[in-house]
Antibody, heavy 121, light 109 residues
Framework: QLQFLESGPGLVKPAETLSLTCTVS??????????WAWIRQPPGKGLEWIGN???????YYNPSLKSRVTISIDTSKKQFSLRLRSVTAADTAIYFC?????????????WGQGLPVIVSS | DIQMTQSPSSLSASIGDKVTITCRAS??????LNWYQQKPGQAPKLLIY???SLQSEVPSRFSGGGSGTDFTLSITGLQPDDFATYYC???????????FGQGTKLEIK
């Protein structure tokens, strides 16, 4: 059964870098049918697309976050990662890793359980 | 950017009712529209993809409709498990901006 294990600190200081990793319990994450995404949800608010990556390392970032975000992938470890630089309190959110299926139209067919991250000194 | 607007923002209904949630795109997105259900403390779950296709293992009381700019999610015969927040999402744009609607909270009356 597919599972995602999200890992990373739950507390980050302002101006520092938030780093999260998602480990996927599949034989491989190199398939062409999927790419791998990060989405976040501030407390009590809606969902915000952060960006995604293909196993070829092609990346797409939300323009509003692009200057601060890097998403990377390590197919040998079956992991993909998020780095968000220069964080502020506005980056406090639950961070979800997810799989985007490209069958018919792109849709998120599997989500991690979410990792709460607080930005505070 | 493609903006997604859901209505209503919140909705009260009773067990057994039929409800419809609307999602409007700021430009045509053909059928590149997905619906998700999120319960408190949980990750969202895919219900409908490509505007009308039911995701595997999702009950048939859920249905999607529409194309272009106007879409609907309908739930017939509401069950206690259906009270949650629902989000639409467009995936018509380039993958840097797969935007979500603001959500519709379905509450029990």
């Amino acid at each position: 059964q597919l599972q995602f294990l999200e890992s990373g600190p739950g507390l980050v200081k302002p101006a520092e870098t938030l780093s999260l990793t998602c480990t996927v319990s599949l034989d491989s994450i190199s398939g062409t049918s999927y790419y791998w995404a990060w989405i976040r949800q501030p407390p009590g608010k809606g969902l915000e697309w952060i960006g995604n990556i293909h196993h070829t390392e092609s990346t797409y970032y939300n323009p509003s976050l692009k200057s601060r975000v890097t998403i990377s992938i390590d197919t040998s470890k079956k992991q993909f990662s998020l780095r968000l630089r220069s964080v502020t309190a506005a980056d406090t959110a639950i961070y979800f890793c997810a799989r985007v299926r490209v069958f018919m139209i792109p849709s998120i067919d599997f989500w991690g359980q979410g990792l709460p991250v607080i930005v505070s000194s | 950017d493609i903006q997604m607007t859901q209505s209503p923002s919140s909705l009260s209904a009773s067990i057994g009712d039929k409800v419809t949630i609307t999602c409007r795109a700021s430009q045509s997105i053909k059928n590149y529209l997905n619906w998700y259900q999120q319960k408190p403390g949980q990750a969202p779950k895919l219900l409908i993809y490509a505007a009308v296709s039911l995701q595997s293992e999702v009950p048939s009381r859920f249905s999607g409709g529409g194309s272009g700019t106007d879409f609907t999610l309908s739930i017939t015969g509401l069950q206690p498990d259906d009270f949650a927040t629902y989000y639409c999402q467009q995936t018509y744009s380039t993958p840097d901006m797969y935007t979500f609607g603001q959500g519709t909270k379905l509450e029990i009356k």
